[in-house]
Every structure is written in structure tokens, then in C-alpha cells.
T-cell receptor
Framework: DAGVTQSPTHLIKTRGQQVTLRCSPKSGHDTVSWYQQALGQGPQFIFQYYEEEERQRGNFPDRFSGHQFPNYSSELNVNALLLGDSALYLC??????????????FGEGSRLTVL | KNQVEQSPQSLIILEGKNCTLQCNYTVSPFSNLRWYKQDTGRGPVSLTIMTFSENTKSNGRYTATLDADTKQSSLHITASQLSDSASYICVVTGSGSARQLTFGSGTQLTVLP
């Protein structure tokens, strides 16, 4: 049983560029959440997707957008990259429980470096 | 403002010793409290989830306690192993929604041989 898988594991971009990160949820899970984790800090909630719709959003600008596909996989897009966007981006999956967050299973993350 | 404070920020212990990590929170309303273990450069892995009515929960050598009145939790690790070296993150859920998860900054534990 595959857990949550993310790609790519590492990537380097320059300021102003755009990036797309991908996530496949754990088998049986239909809800995907994305988090940003700066070095030495706890993760910060970006948004949550269920049934191909953004259900909840944290305090992140519109440069951060996402998508969920019919197979429950998800993408995180970040436009106009800033140096401060450098972080570990974590994807977590869970079964949908009506908006109340259940047990989260995290992927290994995508390490983004913006130069 | 909802906050989760963890202490100590870092801790070094010898293999075989016990240790206790602390978590204080101001999140309200309170739904549940979670402890995660995060190896360097990896995703967090769930250790325990406790609701308001639970005051202790164990997962192998890990035992979490919760005092909802004082808004404090602790994670006790017994007979530490080298593989316990990781960051331990306390997460408090307010209303239960994804947006209401508040993460602490973690305690970096190093276990030395």
C-alpha cells in the first residue's frame, strides 16, 4: 500500500519563475492538504482540496494555487516566486470527514530553493 | 491569536535515557492535540492524537499526556534509541477544520550513543 508520494523531491528556481509540485494521496484517501514548512519552523497550512474543489485556505496569497484531479491527486502551483518561498512543501492526505480534519498522512515533501 | 509553544527548542540525551517534551497552547476552542515525529528532510509521522476527554495515550515507547484545563501537553520518550533523533511537533486543532490546525515549531531531539 503506497503512502503519500510527492514529486519532485528537490528543485531550484529563480525569482519570478513558476513552479508546480505534485502529490498522490494514500490509497483510500480523497482529501489532500498542502503545507509550507520553512527551515526550523512548523508547517503552515496553505489549502485543502476535496472533490476537485478548494475547501479551505490558509493565509497565503493568490500566487499559491492548486488543483485536484478525479483520481484525487493534486498539484500546487506557485507563481512569481520570491526568495521567501524557499521551503519544504508537504502534502498530506486524509479521508474526507465533512471538513473536520482527520488523521493526516504526510508525504516526504518537495524541497524548493528560490535563488 | 492561536499559538502552540514547545520547549525545549532542542535537547540532547544519551541512548537509553528517558526524556519529556513540553507543549503549551492557547488554541480555543479545542478539538484535539497531535504529536508528530519528523526526521530531517522527511514528512511528519503521526505518533498520537488526543481529544479533550483523553489525558494520556501511548504508542510504544512514546506516551503523551494532556491537561486541557491548563492547556499543556507532554510527550515522554522511554529508553531512547538513536532512531528517536528527530524533530517532535505538537499540533493543536481548534474547531477541527484543516484551517484550524496550529503547528508548534518543534523540539529537536538528538540521541547520542
Amino acid at each position: 500500500d503506497a503512502g503519500v508520494t510527492q514529486s519532485p523531491t528537490h528543485l531550484i528556481k529563480t525569482r519570478g519563475q513558476q513552479v508546480t509540485l505534485r502529490c498522490s494521496p494514500k490509497s483510500g484517501h480523497d482529501t489532500v492538504s498542502w503545507y509550507q514548512q520553512a527551515l526550523g519552523q512548523g508547517p503552515q497550512f496553505i489549502f485543502q482540496y476535496y472533490e476537485e474543489e478548494e475547501r479551505q485556505r490558509g493565509n497565503f496569497p493568490d500566487r499559491f494555487s492548486g488543483h485536484q484531479f478525479p483520481n484525487y491527486s493534486s498539484e500546487l502551483n506557485v507563481n512569481a516566486l520570491l526568495l521567501g518561498d524557499s521551503a519544504l512543501y508537504l502534502c498530506a492526505s486524509s479521508p474526507w470527514t465533512g471538513g473536520v480534519i482527520g488523521e493526516l498522512f504526510f508525504g516526504e515533501g518537495s524541497r524548493l530553493t528560490v535563488l | 491569536k492561536n499559538q502552540v509553544e514547545q520547549s525545549p527548542q532542542s535537547l540532547i540525551i544519551l541512548e537509553g535515557k528517558n526524556c519529556t517534551l513540553q507543549c503549551n497552547y492557547t488554541v480555543s476552542p479545542f478539538s484535539n492535540l497531535r504529536w508528530y515525529k519528523q526526521d530531517t528532510g522527511r514528512g511528519p509521522v503521526s505518533l498520537t492524537i488526543m481529544t479533550f476527554s483523553e489525558n494520556t495515550k501511548s504508542n510504544g515507547r512514546y506516551t503523551a499526556t494532556l491537561d486541557a484545563d491548563t492547556k499543556q501537553s507532554s510527550l515522554h520518550i522511554t529508553a531512547s534509541q538513536l532512531s528517536d533523533s528527530a524533530s517532535y511537533i505538537c499540533v493543536v486543532t481548534g474547531s477541527g477544520s484543516a484551517r484550524q490546525l496550529t503547528f508548534g515549531s518543534g523540539t529537536q531531539l538528538t540521541v547520542l550513543p
